[in-house]
């Protein structure tokens, strides 16, 4: 047989987890034993793998079936030639929502990975070639497992947590029976938490024989399939169930229910099955009728605690069909029931972390919940309790709700900071998450301040090449850029983007994300043309990856328009935006804020076109939408306000500008500070904007104002300075 099992130091496979093993068929040897060391390092697991000795689709599909997660080594050979893994297996796990744990072998395959024949966007793990590396591989590798797998004890309690066992005996030709069977025995008043046992729970590598005899004395009903292909023979040899199921029930005094899925001769099933009972059909009353005598004196369970085990048998199929409907139905019985462990596991369910669909706001009603029994049960500062806070964050953060987020996250990273000190790695990661928030919130001050912080101690604690740290490098350098320290952040963004580009690979999509930093920071240090260079190669990039419709492409094409915009072929980043614009509001609709912020674009472009009447319209309707969806005092807004009080000037509406941008440049000074490069360009506008109203004493000291800025903030030779300089002398 082609599937084969292995254990941590052959070691009996009692109740332990169970993982599949799938690679292509001429790298298993290279990859198989480095992969079972890294799972055995932290649990006790039975895995199973075909040895690649001519197994058939079905051997695999049967293993997948018992297993709970499935393990695939990725290289260019897996994604690029036919073979049974990638084929077979993997869309197998696919359509039936198993969960996958792709691990990248090899560097440069993203665009590969990422079509959606092969993986999608699904998340993947890399083995690290240094120790820093290694590490954090090794530890996600252990969260990542300890969130999918049931262990062998818990799986012992759900075994104990079953009513009763129904031994269903078939042919594996009727397999598709069997897996209806199982799923309208389950629909069945009272026979939810009823186990059926059946084939596909066999051990490979054990006694077929030992596995049917032990299934038949804890079973209380013997369950016989009835088609026509009960009856066939092999060479005038009855089939197995004919041969040695059927008899074995017998001798152990099962009681028997024949049931009828397909019309079979009723004669023949007679003399191949003597003292068979006559044949039900599922939906007969007789059939539930036996199948309840069957279970009674059975005790029955209403608590909390076994609706919970309920739930976990469902989602990971342990002695029943996997059905996530029906597991999130048991679990949040026990949820509404108060039971804690029901909640988060709610929490978890609904935010997609055991490879489900996420539902946030699911997620997040029952991560507060369960962050509020932490609390009650522990207190506020319990390690507990701040690791189900940090959760329900990041919950809040994935919604959208920004400063909900925040407010959270920092009440996590004080108490974590008290506790544990600044230099724990839990403590780091809050702070790491903070960070990211500020930025959304547009809070430009405290992500500069929190990147530094974050990037000194990272480095200090992790080292230099830690993702943690590339990611604080990163962030570090966009802050700087936010606060227009053009020439340190091009400095740091260079070095971010030197080092993704060796640790990680140039297709890794954090190596990519800090290609299109750079690409920006040269834009503001006057190297337009290299900055092009850099986009055009983000976007292929990217649109190789994911897709031409993925909203990472359409970011990608939207900032690609922009850098034309700066090397002045306006008409080019027209035809691009335009395109951006269609393109997202088919796919994230019009109130989306990535939609609004490239409308705002559009309008910036065509007033660089100096077509100022359409412009002014898109750029009203911008700002109506991301001030609904971002709130007043965010920086994008800065831009809409700069960009729309340009379009009233010069459609002949000077105090309808000077009105926007008093507002903007009032904004400006509180979110970026007097000197920032966008502040002072705000102010240069309305100097410009008074000057075309006659205000020109207003104008002269608002430009000389400006001026002092710019001298301060981008030196006397900077052209910003320059233009300033020239402007004043002639007013």
Same mark, same amino acid.
């Given at each position: 047989?082609?599937?084969?099992l292995?254990?941590k130091?052959?070691?009996?496979?009692?109740?332990?987890?169970?993982v599949?093993?799938?690679?292509?068929?001429?790298?298993?040897?290279?990859?198989?034993?480095?992969?079972?060391?890294?799972?055995?390092?932290? =649990?006790?697991?039975?895995?199973?793998?075909?040895?690649?000795?001519?197994?058939?689709?079905?051997?695999? #599909?049967?293993?997948?079936?018992?297993?709970?997660?499935?393990?695939?080594?990725?290289?260019?050979?897996?994604?690029t030639?036919?073979n049974?893994a990638?084929?077979?297996?993997?869309?197998?796990?696919?359509?039936?929502?198993?969960?996958?744990?792709?691990?990248?072998?090899?560097?440069?395959?993203d665009?590969?990975?990422?079509r959606?024949?092969?993986?999608?966007?699904?998340?993947?793990?890399t083995?690290?070639?240094?120790?820093?590396?290694?590490?954090?591989?090794?530890?996600?590798?252990?969260?990542?497992?300890?969130?999918v797998?049931?262990?062998?004890?818990?799986?012992?309690?759900?075994?104990?947590?079953?009513?009763?066992?129904v031994?269903?005996? $078939?042919?594996?030709?009727?397999?598709?029976?069997?897996?209806?069977?199982?799923? #309208?025995?389950?629909?069945?008043?009272?026979?939810?938490?009823?186990?059926?046992?059946?084939?596909?729970?066999?051990?490979?590598?054990?006694?077929?024989?030992?596995?049917?005899?032990?299934?038949?004395?804890?079973?209380?009903?013997?369950?016989?399939?009835?088609?026509?292909?009960?009856?066939?023979?092999?060479?005038?040899?009855?089939? $197995?169930?004919?041969?040695?199921?059927?008899?074995?029930?017998?001798?152990?005094?099962l009681?028997?229910?024949?049931?009828?899925?397909?019309?079979? +001769?009723?004669?023949?099933?007679?003399?191949?099955?003597?003292?068979?009972?006559?044949?039900?059909?599922?939906?007969?009353?007789?059939?539930?009728?036996?199948?309840?005598?069957?279970? !009674?004196?059975?005790?029955?369970?209403?608590?909390?605690?076994?609706?919970?085990?309920?739930?976990? @048998?469902?989602?990971?199929?342990?002695?029943?069909?996997?059905?996530?409907?029906? @597991?999130?139905?048991?679990?949040?019985?026990?949820?509404?029931?108060?039971?804690?462990?029901?909640?988060?596991?709610?929490?978890?369910?609904?935010?997609?972390?055991?490879?489900d669909?996420?539902?946030?706001?699911?997620a997040?009603h029952?991560?507060?919940?369960?962050?509020?029994?932490?609390?009650?049960?522990?207190?506020?500062? =319990?390690?507990?309790?701040?690791?189900?806070?940090? +959760?329900?964050?990041?919950?809040?953060?994935?919604?959208?709700?920004?400063?909900?987020? /925040?407010?959270v996250?920092?009440?996590?990273?004080?108490?974590?900071?008290?506790?544990?000190?600044?230099?724990?790695?839990?403590?780091?990661?809050?702070?790491?998450?903070?960070?990211?928030?500020y930025?959304?919130?547009?809070?430009?001050?405290?992500?500069?301040?929190?990147?530094?912080?974050?990037?000194?101690?990272?480095r200090?604690?992790?080292?230099?090449?830690?993702?943690?740290?590339?990611?604080?490098? #990163?962030?570090?350098?966009d802050?700087? =850029?936010?606060?227009?320290?053009?020439?340190?952040?091009?400095?740091?963004?260079?070095?971010?983007?030197?080092?993704?580009?060796?640790?990680?690979?140039?297709?890794?999509?954090?190596?990519?994300?800090?290609?299109?930093?750079?690409?920006?920071?040269?834009?503001?240090?006057?190297?337009?043309?290299?900055?092009?260079?850099?986009?055009?190669?983000c976007?292929?990039?990217?649109?190789?990856q994911?897709?031409?419709?993925?909203?990472?492409?359409?970011?990608?094409?939207?900032?690609?328009?922009?850098? $034309?915009?700066?090397?002045?072929d306006?008409?080019?980043?027209?035809?691009?935006?335009? +395109?951006?614009?269609?393109?997202?509001?088919?796919?994230?609709? +019009? &109130?989306?804020?990535?939609?609004?912020?490239?409308?705002?674009?559009?309008?910036?472009?065509?007033?660089?076109?100096?077509?100022y009447?359409?412009?002014?319209?898109?750029?009203?309707?911008?700002?109506?939408?991301?001030?609904?969806?971002?709130?007043?005092?965010?920086?994008?807004?800065?831009?809409?306000?700069n960009?729309?009080?340009?379009?009233y000037?010069?459609? /002949?509406?000077?105090?309808?500008?000077?009105?926007?941008?008093?507002?903007? #440049?009032?904004?400006?000074?509180?979110?970026?500070?007097?000197?920032?490069?966008?502040?002072?360009?705000?102010?240069?506008?309305?100097?410009e904007?008074?000057?075309?109203?006659?205000?020109?004493?207003?104008?002269?000291?608002?430009?000389?104002?400006?001026?002092?800025?710019?001298?301060? !903030?981008?030196g006397?030779?900077?052209? &910003?300075?320059?233009?300033t300089? &020239?402007?004043?002398?002639?007013?």
């Amino acid at each position: 047989m082609a599937i084969q099992l292995k254990t941590k130091n052959e070691q009996p496979l009692n109740d332990k987890p169970r993982v599949f093993f799938a690679c292509h068929p001429a790298e298993h040897t290279r990859y198989f034993e480095g992969v079972c060391a890294a799972i055995f390092r932290t =649990h006790d697991v039975a895995l199973y793998y075909d040895d690649g000795e001519g197994g058939s689709a079905e051997e695999r #599909y049967d293993a997948l079936a018992r297993c709970q997660l499935l393990v695939v080594p990725v290289t260019r050979l897996l994604l690029t030639t036919p073979n049974p893994a990638m084929d077979e297996v993997v869309a197998a796990a696919q359509r039936e929502q198993t969960p996958l744990l792709p691990l990248m072998m090899e560097p440069g395959l993203d665009s590969l990975y990422a079509r959606e024949d092969r993986f999608g966007e699904r998340q993947y793990l890399t083995p690290g070639n240094t120790d820093a590396e290694t590490a954090f591989f090794e530890q996600t590798l252990e969260q990542f497992l300890h969130t999918v797998l049931i262990s062998g004890d818990v799986m012992a309690d759900l075994r104990r947590s079953f009513r009763g066992y129904v031994f269903l005996s $078939y042919r594996k030709k009727d397999r598709r029976h069997a897996r209806q069977l199982l799923r #309208y025995i389950h629909s069945l008043p009272g026979c939810e938490d009823v186990a059926v046992w059946f084939d596909e729970f066999l051990t490979p590598g054990e006694s077929f024989e030992k596995n049917i005899d032990e299934a038949l004395q804890k079973s209380q009903l013997f369950l016989l399939l009835v088609t026509p292909q009960v009856l066939e023979e092999t060479d005038g040899v009855p089939n $197995y169930v004919v041969r040695q199921e059927y008899p074995a029930a017998r001798r152990a005094g099962l009681p028997i229910l024949a049931v009828q899925m397909e019309p079979t +001769d009723p004669a023949a099933l007679a003399e191949a099955f003597p003292g068979l009972p006559a044949c039900v059909a599922p939906e007969e009353e007789a059939f539930a009728a036996q199948l309840r005598q069957a279970m !009674t004196g059975a005790s029955v369970d209403e608590s909390p605690e076994h609706d919970l085990r309920m739930g976990l @048998a469902y989602l990971r199929g342990v002695d029943v069909e996997i059905d996530h409907a029906r @597991a999130i139905r048991c679990v949040t019985r026990a949820a509404e029931a108060g039971w804690d462990s029901a909640i988060a596991c709610l929490r978890n369910l609904y935010n997609g972390s055991m490879g489900d669909l996420p539902d946030l706001p699911q997620a997040a009603h029952w991560a507060k919940k369960y962050v509020g029994l932490c609390e009650k049960r522990w207190g506020a500062k =319990h390690p507990e309790t701040l690791e189900a806070a940090f +959760d329900w964050a990041l919950i809040l953060k994935d919604m959208g709700d920004y400063r909900a987020a /925040g407010q959270v996250m920092a009440q996590v990273c004080v108490k974590r900071k008290e506790t544990l000190g600044l230099e724990h790695p839990d403590t780091l990661n809050a702070y790491n998450e903070i960070t990211t928030i500020y930025d959304l919130l547009g809070m430009v001050d405290k992500f500069r301040q929190f990147s530094q912080a974050v990037y000194n101690q990272s480095r200090k604690s992790l080292g230099e090449d830690h993702p943690h740290t590339l990611s604080a490098l #990163y962030r570090l350098a966009d802050a700087c =850029h936010q606060q227009g320290e053009y020439r340190q952040a091009l400095e740091l963004a260079q070095r971010a983007f030197d080092r993704r580009r060796q640790v990680l690979g140039e297709d890794a999509q954090d190596t990519i994300a800090s290609l299109a930093l750079l690409a920006t920071c040269l834009v503001d240090v006057g190297e337009l043309d290299k900055a092009v260079a850099m986009g055009e190669r983000c976007y292929q990039l990217i649109k190789e990856q994911v897709g031409d419709e993925h909203p990472d492409t359409l970011n990608a094409l939207g900032n690609l328009a922009m850098l $034309y915009v700066s090397q002045g072929d306006h008409r080019r980043a027209l035809a691009l935006m335009e +395109d951006c614009y269609e393109r997202q509001r088919q796919v994230l609709g +019009d &109130d989306h804020p990535n939609t609004a912020a490239t409308l705002n674009a559009l309008a910036f472009v065509l007033n660089e076109l100096e077509d100022y009447r359409r412009a002014l319209p898109l750029l009203q309707q911008a700002y109506r939408q991301q001030t609904q969806t971002l709130g007043e005092k965010h920086p994008d807004l800065l831009y809409i306000l700069n960009n729309l009080a340009t379009a009233y000037l010069n459609t /002949g509406s000077p105090a309808q500008a000077i009105m926007h941008l008093e507002k903007g #440049y009032r904004l400006s000074k509180e979110i970026l500070g007097k000197d920032h490069p966008h502040t002072l360009t705000i102010l240069s506008n309305l100097a410009e904007a008074h000057n075309r109203q006659g205000n020109r004493e207003i104008a002269r000291e608002l430009i000389q104002k400006c001026y002092d800025g710019r001298v301060r !903030t981008l030196g006397e030779t900077h052209p &910003d300075t320059l233009t300033t300089a &020239d402007w004043l002398k002639r007013l």
